[in-house]
């Protein structure tokens, strides 16, 4: 070997041990965080009246789907463009995020004042004091997610699993706090726990951050002139990772819809069942992602290893649910695994096809292509919901995963050309980040 292939190898042994480690932070990120929610919300039911533990969910709910949809693009952007920075990163990264916040915020605020409180959860959400406590929740949930986005290509995801494993730590403890000396406030006390968590976090990470890399106080100044340029791009990525998430979030209310409530509670927690099966390929595509803004050199090569992880993961996770799948929704109830079960094969089964998509998205992202790429996860995301919800109404729970599935596979034979032809190197990644075919 000569010292130019040794010195490619030891490169490429370096890339993929940043691109395991960001799969295992992004991971572990959602086995510890998935694993101390549990414990909080088995403590708030402990000690909190039930309706009030209705209520605070269904605004951490809210949350959750809010603060995402407000981030502009600006998270998966930044994955982009930090590793090509020589300077202004801190600058950029204080920038995005104060924007970030205040779209949060301001549509969070709104939407507390003019959506019926039903939706939203929070008792008086619809007066000023506790919309603006809903809307500083989003807003740092937002800014949160921003962060763990943006600094996945710099560190590989260990700032992302230090903050949320932070987040959950600080809240399970205000919630036992809480629970304590203000059980009276109810809902409005549990979702405090989550602002004040979400707060501490933050000041921890910022402070880690900027001892780390020596970041002058001065640099930390929002810029808005830093943002320029990016806005279009910002806006491409935000089209693209609203059309991936709104299936995640929209399949509970097309069950709820047109099954009912009931059917809706066993499809979620079969859909909340097979979310394992499908986090450890997102993981890995997510990486890739990162690993591939990084240094694109050596991108063919990091593909096929995510890829085949991935079937093999999935195909593995398949097998245990088939095993264990009926025994895991009994912890819910035994009517939950009567009628969940079948569902959650059927939902299991489709993660297949959401590896060719990921990676097929991950390979827009790193070679630029993300308008086109909007375009066309926007229409097979819609006929994701379409399908689920034919099949729904024609064959009940099994018929909307049935349904969903359907539209899973036509969306996978659709990506899967492309995805085929990097697997084989016909199509090269350029070091400028462009597809070559």
């Known amino acids: 070997m000569t010292t130019d292939e040794h010195q490619e190898h030891k490169e490429h042994r370096r890339k993929l041990r940043f691109l395991l480690r960001s799969a295992a932070s992004l991971a572990s990120t959602t086995v510890i965080t998935a694993g101390l929610g549990f414990l909080y919300w088995a403590l708030a039911a402990r000690v909190f009246p039930a309706a009030s533990v209705g209520e605070a969910s269904t605004a951490v709910a809210a949350m959750s789907l809010i603060a995402p949809l407000t981030l502009l693009g600006f998270g998966t952007l930044l994955i982009a463009e930090l590793p090509d920075m020589t300077e202004g990163r801190s600058t950029l990264v204080s920038t995005a995020a104060l924007v970030t916040g205040l779209a949060a915020g301001v549509v969070a605020f709104g939407g507390a004042l003019a959506i019926p409180g039903d939706f939203l959860g929070l008792p008086g ?6 919309a603006a406590i809903f809307a500083a929740a989003v807003a740092t949930q937002a800014v949160g997610l921003l962060l763990d986005q943006a600094l996945l290509s710099m560190d590989g995801g260990v700032i992302q699993l230090r903050r949320n494993l932070i987040q959950a730590v600080v809240k399970l403890i205000l919630l036992a706090v809480f629970a304590l000396t203000l059980v009276k406030w109810g809902a409005l006390s549990i979702f405090a726990s989550w602002l004040l968590a979400n707060v501490v976090s933050l000041a921890v990470i910022s402070v880690v951050l900027v001892r780390r890399y020596r970041v002058p106080v001065r640099r930390l100044i929002p810029v808005p002139r830093m943002l320029r340029g990016l806005h279009i791009n910002a806006a491409r990525h935000h089209v693209l990772n609203t059309a991936l998430l709104v299936p995640y979030f929209a399949m509970p209310i097309i069950a709820n819809v047109i099954l009912g409530s009931e059917m809706a509670a066993y499809f979620y927690a079969a859909w909340s069942v097979a979310s394992f099966v499908f986090f450890l390929p997102l993981s890995l595509s997510t990486a890739l992602f990162a690993s591939g803004s990084r240094d694109s050199r050596t991108f063919t090569l990091e593909f096929r290893k995510t890829l085949r992880y991935s079937l093999l993961a999935c195909v593995a996770a398949n097998l245990v649910m088939a095993l264990v799948g009926r025994f895991v929704l009994h912890i819910f109830g035994e009517n939950y ?6 569902s959650l094969i ?15 998205v991950a390979l827009a992202r790193v070679t630029g292509d ?3 790429e909007s375009l066309l996860v926007a229409v097979l995301s819609a006929a994701e919901l379409i399908g689920a919800a034919l099949g729904a109404m024609s064959g009940g729970l099994t018929g909307l995963a049935l349904g969903w599935l359907v539209a899973v596979v036509l969306g996978a034979v659709l990506y899967a050309p492309r995805v085929w032809q990097t697997y084989l190197g016909r199509v090269v990644v350029a070091p400028s980040g462009a597809a070559v075919p």
């Open 337 to 342: 695994a009567e009628a969940g079960f079948t």
């Open 346 to 360: 059927v939902l299991c089964v489709g993660g297949l096809g959401l590896i060719v998509k990921d990676h097929h």
């Open 370 to 372: 993300v308008g086109r």
């Open 125 to 130: 959400i619809n007066r000023p004091a506790v």
